[in-house]
């Protein structure tokens, strides 16, 4: 469905029929009311602006280029309506609720449903980062880069995707007015400071406590 040739096409196609509760409900736990127009919303916005083409904002652009990112991107979008939701009860791995939901209803593989666990776990400590990087030293950014792993642009993309929505819902004259195109700006200068500070690929870097003795650690991090 979601990997096939128009994923805009099925996505409003369930909302049209109101068939979230069906698709991407956890059939193992009470479904609680979710606010499945979100996902509307998030689709709208992954079209466009996420995967569309902005000249204003050529690192955003760039984001999500791989079958799998778009494909993650989608799916991210589809469980919007479950990001204030809180952890299952009975899952005892305290895994986010849309995670535990896709994983469950839709029998998500692992990888799969790891990124879409940490694109919702890791919300506010992106948007953090987002609002504080151009200003860190490469020291603590890299950690920070480092610490959400390979499949970061994914998890940026999708913090990037629910402060839209967030906008959108709260005012939509203002979002419509100029107010998305501020978060956009947030993004894409977040995006030129980790392309500035050579940190795209910081998954990889090794460990400092691996290679330098415990002295040097807090001088190297504050660089």
Same mark, same amino acid.
């Given at each position: 469905?979601?990997?096939?040739?128009? @994923?805009?096409?099925?996505?409003?196609?369930? /909302? $049209?029929?109101?068939?979230?509760?069906?698709?991407?409900?956890?059939?193992?736990?009470?479904?609680?009311?979710?606010?499945?127009?979100?996902?509307?919303?998030?689709?709208?916005?992954?079209?466009?602006?996420?995967?569309?083409?902005?000249?204003? /904002?050529? /690192?955003?652009?760039?984001?999500?280029?791989?079958?799998?990112?778009?494909?993650?991107?989608?799916?991210?979008?589809?469980?919007?309506?479950?990001?204030?939701?809180?952890?299952? @009860?009975?899952?005892?791995?305290?895994? &986010?609720?849309?995670?535990?939901?896709?994983?469950?209803?839709?029998?998500?593989?692992?990888?799969?449903?790891?990124?879409?666990?940490?694109?919702?776990?890791?919300?506010?400590?992106?948007?953090?980062?987002?609002?504080?990087?151009?200003?860190?030293?490469?020291?603590?950014?890299?950690?920070?880069?480092?610490?959400?792993?390979?499949?970061?642009?994914?998890?940026?993309?999708?913090?990037?995707?629910?402060?839209?929505?967030?906008?959108?819902?709260?005012?939509?004259?203002?979002? $419509?007015?100029?107010?998305?195109?501020?978060?956009?700006?947030?993004?894409?200068?977040?995006?030129?400071?980790?392309?500035?500070?050579?940190?795209?690929?910081?998954?990889?870097?090794?460990?400092?406590?691996?290679?330098?003795? &415990?002295?040097?650690? @807090?001088?190297?991090?504050?660089?």
């Amino acid at each position: 469905m979601l990997k096939g040739r128009n @994923p805009y096409a099925a996505l409003s196609l369930i /909302h $049209e029929l109101d068939l979230y509760n069906e698709i991407f409900s956890s059939p193992a736990q009470d479904a609680p009311s979710l606010p499945v127009q979100d996902m509307k919303i998030a689709v709208d916005i992954v079209r466009y602006p996420l995967l569309g083409y902005t000249p204003s /904002h050529p /690192h955003i652009s760039k984001l999500l280029m791989t079958n799998n990112e778009k494909y993650l991107a989608w799916l991210i979008a589809a469980m919007t309506p479950w990001k204030d939701q809180p952890v299952f @009860p009975a899952d005892k791995k305290n895994m &986010p609720a849309a995670a535990t939901a896709i994983r469950e209803g839709l029998k998500s593989p692992n990888n799969i449903t790891g990124t879409i666990a940490k694109a919702f776990a890791n919300y506010e400590a992106i948007r953090n980062m987002v609002a504080g990087l151009k200003d860190w030293g490469r020291g603590r950014a890299g950690l920070e880069m480092r610490a959400l792993g390979a499949d970061w642009k994914s998890q940026v993309g999708a913090c990037l995707m629910f402060e839209l929505v967030d906008l959108k819902k709260k005012n939509a004259s203002d979002y $419509e007015e100029g107010g998305g195109g501020g978060v956009m700006d947030k993004y894409e200068a977040f995006l030129e400071a980790i392309a500035a500070k050579g940190l795209e690929e910081a998954f990889n870097f090794k460990s400092l406590l691996n290679v330098l003795p &415990p002295l040097f650690l @807090p001088k190297i991090v504050e660089q």
